[in-house]
C-alpha cells in the first residue's frame, strides 16, 4: 500500500524555535512537493524537490529530499507566528500522462508569540 | 489575475439530490483534478483530466463523476450525494513543469450532505 507519513501531525512551538516536520513514503519517487494551507484556506505550493539531495529555502523554511531514505524534510528557523499554519507534503508517483500525487495527513503548526 | 475558482464555496443538502460543483481555470492549462480533504486524511484525488475529453479516475472516484467538455471547465457531479461524501472539496489545474507540475488550487467547496 502507498503511504505518505509525515510527523508530527500536530506541533506547539515558541517563536524563535528551530524544528524539523518529517515526511516518510513508502514508493520509490523522487518528485515531492510542499503546500501550506491557512485556516479555510486553499493550498499554496512552498516547494518542489525533484532529485535526490535537493534542498531548497525560502526565508525561514528549508526542506530537503532524500529519495534513497523516501524521507523528505520542512526545516522551521527561529520561527515566527506567521508560519502558523497546516503543512502537506505530496509524494508524486505520476508515470506517462498518469498524473497523481499521494498526500500526507498534514502537520498542524502553530507557533506562539 | 491567474485564478482558479469554484462554486459554490458551500453547500448544504440532502441525501440523494443530485449536485454539480463547478471548477473553471482562466491559464490554459490541460490538466486539472479533483480532490477531497478530510481530516487526518490529507487530501485525496478524486479524478483528473489530461485534457478536453480526456478523465481517469483517481484514488476515490466511486460516488463521482466529471466531465471536461471545455479546456478551462471541470465540473464535478455528485449524482445520489451521500454523507459520507460530506467533505471539503478542492480543483485544482496544473501545468507540467521540467519534470513536475506546478499546481494551482481553487478556494475550496465545502459540502455537507445530511
Known amino acids: 500500500e502507498l503511504k505518505v507519513e509525515q510527523n508530527p501531525l500536530f506541533l506547539s512551538m515558541q517563536e524563535g524555535k528551530n524544528y524539523t516536520i518529517y515526511c516518510n513514503y513508502s514508493t520509490t519517487s523522487d518528485r515531492l512537493y510542499w503546500y501550506r494551507q491557512d485556516p479555510g484556506k486553499s493550498l499554496e505550493s512552498l516547494f518542489v524537490?525533484?532529485?535526490n539531495g535537493a534542498v531548497k529555502q525560502e526565508g525561514r523554511l528549508m526542506a530537503s529530499l532524500d529519495t534513497k531514505a523516501r524521507l523528505s524534510t520542512l526545516h522551521i528557523t527561529a520561527a515566527v507566528h506567521d508560519l502558523s499554519a497546516t503543512y502537506f507534503c505530496a509524494v508524486d508517483i505520476s508515470m506517462d500522462s498518469n498524473y497523481q500525487l499521494i498526500w500526507g495527513a498534514g502537520t498542524k503548526l502553530i507557533i506562539k508569540p | 489575475e491567474a485564478q482558479v475558482t469554484q462554486n459554490p464555496r458551500y453547500l448544504i443538502t440532502v441525501t440523494g439530490k443530485k449536485l454539480t460543483v463547478t471548477c473553471s481555470q482562466n491559464?490554459?492549462?490541460?490538466?486539472m483534478s479533483w480532490y477531497r480533504q478530510d481530516p487526518g486524511l490529507g487530501l485525496r484525488q478524486i479524478y483528473y483530466?489530461?485534457?478536453?475529453?480526456?478523465?481517469d479516475k483517481g484514488d476515490v472516484p466511486e460516488g463521482y463523476k466529471v466531465s471536461r467538455k471545455e479546456k478551462r471547465n471541470f465540473p464535478l457531479i455528485l449524482e445520489s450525494p451521500s454523507p459520507n461524501q460530506t467533505s471539503l472539496y478542492f480543483c485544482?489545474?496544473?501545468?507540467?513543469?521540467?519534470?513536475?507540475?506546478?499546481?494551482?488550487f481553487g478556494p475550496g467547496t465545502r459540502l455537507t450532505v445530511t
Open positions: 485544482a489545474s496544473m501545468v507540467a513543469s521540467g519534470a513536475s507540475y506546478e499546481q494551482y
Open positions: 483530466s489530461m485534457n478536453v475529453e480526456v478523465t
Open positions: 524537490l525533484l532529485s
Open positions: 491559464m490554459n492549462h490541460e490538466y
